[in-house]
């Protein structure tokens, strides 16, 4: 048994697939904490349906889809930042005007593409185990980016994220800040996609930072728990995929929410 499993680590499609969980697991629990701690569970859904609407496209011009996917999810994510800074409309209202625009837009290029079918599923759903190693090094490239980034701007994030106004009288540029928080997200969103699949990305931002938010008492400890609950739920869901021969976004997700229910019971016992 143990032969079979140490023969199966070392194919070199399964390889790219574990390094592409850490990945995605490091970026999108690094930023859900601060989508879970700014409510803004909803934008995940949002930037998840603008990305299928470039995915869509990118298919129907027969080009590669993350491509277009990249750009036109970045515009939403300014998008739906510019409209909550210069009207009177909520964040979720935003949201939820683009989330419609994208999808209804996807849905006529989908329909314009006839031969869509399995692309289309491998985006809706997710293939893990069809990453490429152009993928790895995009989102490779993408984490030490968003790594030298915390650096600087996890403190001025967070601050924000607590009390904006206090960090605006303090001189800190919030709206800049807001505006390359919502891009970093968009682009974790369009990473993601290969991995759990348009449908299931907003989950994988969530959950993670929810079950850790649980379970810490600062916002530091519930960054750093999130992202380790983020990357082994993603090798912990892959393997499980493999052996119960399941879709592998399905099972990494229902992994993340074992996980999180496990923490609510702690929770409960300890009160």
């Not at 904490?33 to 603008?50: C, E, I, N, P």
């Not at 837009?105 to 985006?123: P, Q």
């Not at 800190?172 to 970093?184: E, G, P």
């Not at 609950?229 to 021969?245: K, N, V, Y």
Request: glycine share 6%; aromatic share 10%; net charge positive.
């Amino acid at each position: 048994m143990s032969n079979n499993i140490l023969n199966v680590i070392q194919l070199a499609f399964l390889q790219r697939a574990l390094l592409a969980g850490l990945l995605v697991g490091y970026l999108g629990s690094f930023y859900g904490t601060f989508v879970v701690q700014r409510k803004m569970s909803f934008m995940g859904d949002g930037l998840a349906h603008a990305a299928f609407g470039g995915v869509a496209l990118g298919l129907l011009l027969q080009t590669e889809p993350l491509w277009i996917a990249i750009p036109i999810t970045v515009l939403v994510a300014i998008g739906i930042t510019y409209l909550k800074d210069k009207t009177e409309l909520e964040m979720d209202t935003s949201i939820g005007i683009f989330f419609a625009v994208s999808m209804a837009l996807g849905i006529i290029f989908i329909s314009l593409k006839k031969d869509y079918s399995v692309d289309a599923f491998t985006y809706l759903f997710g293939s893990i185990l069809s990453v490429q190693t152009k993928d790895l090094l995009i989102a490779g490239i993408f984490s030490i980016l968003t790594f030298i980034l915390s650096f600087k701007m996890w403190k001025r994030w967070a601050y924000a994220t607590f009390d904006s106004e206090l960090a605006r009288t303090d001189q800190l540029n919030v709206k800049f800040d807001d505006y390359l928080l919502s891009v970093c997200i968009s682009l974790t969103v369009v990473l993601s996609i290969k991995l759990v699949g348009i449908v299931l990305i907003a989950a994988y931002l969530v959950i993670p930072a929810a079950t850790s938010r649980l379970i810490s008492k600062t916002f530091y400890s519930m960054t750093v728990t999130a992202i380790i609950i983020g990357a082994l739920s993603a090798i912990i869901g892959l393997i499980l995929s493999l052996l119960l021969d399941l879709p592998s976004g399905a099972i990494i997700i229902l992994t993340q929410a074992s996980l999180f229910i496990a923490a609510l019971l702690i929770c409960k016992l300890k009160k």
